[in-house]
Structures are given as structure tokens and as C-alpha cells.
């Protein structure tokens, strides 16, 4: 908390004095990282005043100083739509730590502040995500999310033997995670997903999993709950593997133009492939859907 004797100071002087062990080069480095907050807000300018009452927050960690660097693969540009093949384990939104590599970031520093994701993707999983280039295109493709006018479909390399046609369990926060729910729990969600198995070996399957709606985490929860979860998905029961077995192959949605659609296929990149470990006739059977 920013006392009286710091009234007036910059942000990168007075949050020294309050955290032990933060010299002002870190605070600064942290600050421009998106690392702090005043209050609720993140706050990326060293030179900002603060006031007394202020509460400062500074979240960071030293594997974060030196984020990792992502390339930005724009796969579908117009005059209101940016399309992008995101890579596993980068934050399309920027966590508590930053927002440095963001993809939220990585598009406004090349196309502008106003650009704006219309929807997430988890940080392991690769695929598609779709922004809007001004504040009505975002609110369009936002609203085809909201009532599930949209074609969301993916690929998941999974254990076991999934049961193929809709999954319909109904899903319900458990912390960080999703967990399968009785329908008449108070916090229960309709959850929809069309299981689609592409191709089935004795241990582990290809399966194309579409989305009726909308859920956190809806495609892991499910398969998970018909007792094949994703390869490398530990949070939800999946065998390690070296990322996350998840990505995201088609966005179809109308074009915010009003004129035509936004209809975008990308299958998974070589390291899916690696960490499934599936053979020749999966990777062909995926083909099919480009």
C-alpha cells in the first residue's frame, strides 16, 4: 500500500520500497512485462504516479523475465477478420505474470490496439483463433460464439476408446478444471460435443470433437468422461506426452460483413503428430478434413 511519504512518486520507485528484494532495473523490467497492477488494474507505464491508499501488486517469476518467443501465423486476413494457427503453449490473454508473448499482444503490435479476440483457446492446445479488426467485427464474432452459430470443430489423439456420436454430460467448475456433473446440481452446464473417431487403434484413437457449446475446458472434460482423455493431459487423467494432444481444425463462421463467411481448416503441426505417437493411417485420416 503506497503511504503518504509516497505520494507523487513513479510507479518504479515506490514499488521498490514496498517489496523487498525488487530492485528498481526489475521493477521496471516487470512493470513493462504487464506484471503489475494498481488495484485492478494492470498498470505497464514506469513513469505513472502514485497516490497514498494505492495498492500495488507485482506478480512475477524469474521464469518469466525471459519469456518464450512465439511466431505469429496468420493464416486468414481481411479488412475486419485476422485468422491465426496459434502454437501450443502460448496465453492468448495475458495471466497475472504479463502479457508478453501474448497472442492478444503479438496481433495488437502488428495490426493495432483495436484488434480483439472473439474467443480462447487454452495455452497447450494449438489451432485456430479468429479476431476482430474494430470493435463492431469483435462484437459480431463474439455474438456467433454466444449462440453457438459457428462451426468449432478439433483434433485430439486420446486413450482408450471413445464412444462415438453427441456427448452431452453436463460439466461443472471444480477450481482450475471442469468436472463431470449430475444434472441437477445447482452449478451444473449444458455442455454438447459431437465425438467423431477418425481412426481407432487398440490403445489410443484420432477423434475429431465438435462444439456445440462453449464450456472452459469442454473438449478435455468430456473425453476424459468417456474414459479416453487426451494424450498429454494430466489434469484431466491423460498419459504424459510432450504437449497437450488438443488443436483447434476448423473455425467456420459468418463474416461480421454481413457478405459470405469466414471458413478456415488447418490441421495440427509436426510436434501433435510427434507427441501422439499415431501411425501413417491417422495422420491420413486427418487428412481428409483439409
Not at 481481411?78 to 496481433?107: E, F, N, S, Y
Not at 481407432?200 to 462453449?214: E, I, P
Not at 476424459?224 to 487423467?237: F, Q, S, T
Amino acid at each position: 500500500m503506497v503511504t503518504a511519504a509516497q505520494a507523487g512518486e513513479r510507479l518504479d520507485k515506490a514499488l521498490p520500497a514496498l517489496a523487498d528484494g525488487l530492485s528498481r532495473t526489475l521493477a521496471r523490467k516487470v512493470i513493462a512485462m504487464g506484471g503489475v497492477y494498481i488495484g485492478h488494474e494492470r498498470c505497464k507505464v514506469a513513469s505513472r504516479k502514485v497516490w497514498p491508499g494505492d495498492c500495488l501488486t507485482a506478480t512475477w517469476h524469474p521464469d518469466v523475465l525471459s519469456p518464450p518467443r512465439f511466431e505469429l501465423n496468420v493464416v486468414h486476413e481481411d479488412a475486419r477478420v485476422i485468422v491465426v494457427d496459434k502454437p501450443p503453449r502460448q496465453h492468448v490473454q495475458g495471466t497475472a505474470q504479463g502479457d508478453v508473448g501474448t497472442l492478444t499482444r503479438m496481433l495488437q503490435r502488428q495490426f493495432g490496439d483495436d484488434v480483439q479476440l472473439a474467443h480462447r483457446l487454452d495455452a497447450p492446445a494449438s489451432g485456430l483463433v479468429i479476431a476482430g479488426r474494430d470493435a463492431e467485427a469483435t462484437a459480431k464474432l463474439m455474438a456467433c460464439f454466444r449462440v453457438h452459430d459457428v462451426t468449432r470443430a478439433y483434433l485430439a489423439a486420446v486413450s482408450g476408446s471413445p464412444e462415438p456420436g453427441p456427448c452431452r454430460l453436463p460439466l461443472a467448475r471444480d477450481g482450475r478444471r471442469m468436472r463431470i456433473a449430475q444434472s441437477s446440481e445447482g452449478d451444473a452446464v449444458e455442455a454438447h460435443t459431437d465425438i467423431e473417431v477418425l481412426w481407432q487403434g487398440d490403445d489410443r484413437a484420432l477423434v475429431r470433437a465438435r462444439l456445440h457449446t462453449g464450456r472452459m475446458h469442454q473438449v478435455r472434460a468430456h473425453l476424459a468422461g468417456l474414459l479416453a482423455p487426451l494424450l498429454g493431459d494430466r489434469g484431466y487423467g491423460g498419459v504424459p506426452a510432450s504437449r497437450l494432444c488438443l488443436h483447434g481444425v476448423q473455425l467456420r463462421l459468418a463474416h461480421p460483413s454481413g457478405e459470405g463467411v469466414v471458413d478456415v481448416v488447418r490441421l495440427p503441426p509436426e510436434d501433435f503428430w510427434e507427441a501422439a505417437k499415431l501411425p501413417e493411417e491417422a495422420r491420413q485420416a486427418a487428412n481428409t478434413l483439409a
